[in-house]
């Protein structure tokens, strides 16, 4: 099998492809022609903030184990906010957030768009013997509130969060971009929840 989610190839300059994809070189185009006419490609925001582009796969079907890819695409808050004011209607999601569907020229110009993170939920729940078994001992394991574990790979570009009867979440950066694209954001967070969690003693 080709293409499943342990199956990360290490390349030269910190970088790394997985699934067919390099995070931090290819493009949203390059990742529509790898994945198809499936690709579902939209601005997520909450009302008065720029939002993020995202593209997501629902079915993926990585190798023989299928579940849902989301891309995230580094585009400049200036130029996603230009795409909300002027985007095709939105649709409400979970937690106040809008998805707002690109006019066709805007989703032209987002094809060219840079893919730096890719998140991959399998079907299947995770523990944490199944990702030791498929990717070694982690570098550093972060306990978050609730029970759940994230651990990190930083040669791989890679965290795993699991979590006692849910479905794991694995996230996929180039390795020369781990710190600052996975490391710290997940160590701000969870020093968040942290804090919120012992306010409510």
Known sequence: EDGLPWQVATLPEGRARVFGLEPGRDT???????????????????LGEPGVLEALAEPFAAGFVS??????????????????DQANGSEPMDGGV?????????????????LVGLSFIPGVRLTEADVRQRFGAP??????????????YPELGLSI??????????QYVAPREFGPRLRSPLVAALAVGAAASSALR
């Not at 585009?75 to 996603?80: H, I, N, R, T, W």
């Not at 809008?98 to 840079?114: E, G, I, M, N, Y």
């Open 161 to 170: 969060t699991v979590a006692p009867g849910q479905r794991g979440v694995l």
């Open 98 to 114: 809008r998805r707002f569907k690109l006019r066709p020229a805007d989703l032209a110009a987002a094809r060219r768009s840079r």
């Open 139 to 152: 570098a550093e394991t972060l306990d978050s509130p609730g029970g759940a574990q994230v651990m990190l």
């Open 67 to 84: 579940g849902r890819l989301v891309l995230a695409l580094d585009v400049a808050p200036a130029q996603l906010a230009a795409w909300r």
């Open 28 to 46: 949203l185009a390059d990742v529509q022609a790898r994945v198809g006419d499936g690709l579902q490609v939209a601005l997520v925001a909450r």
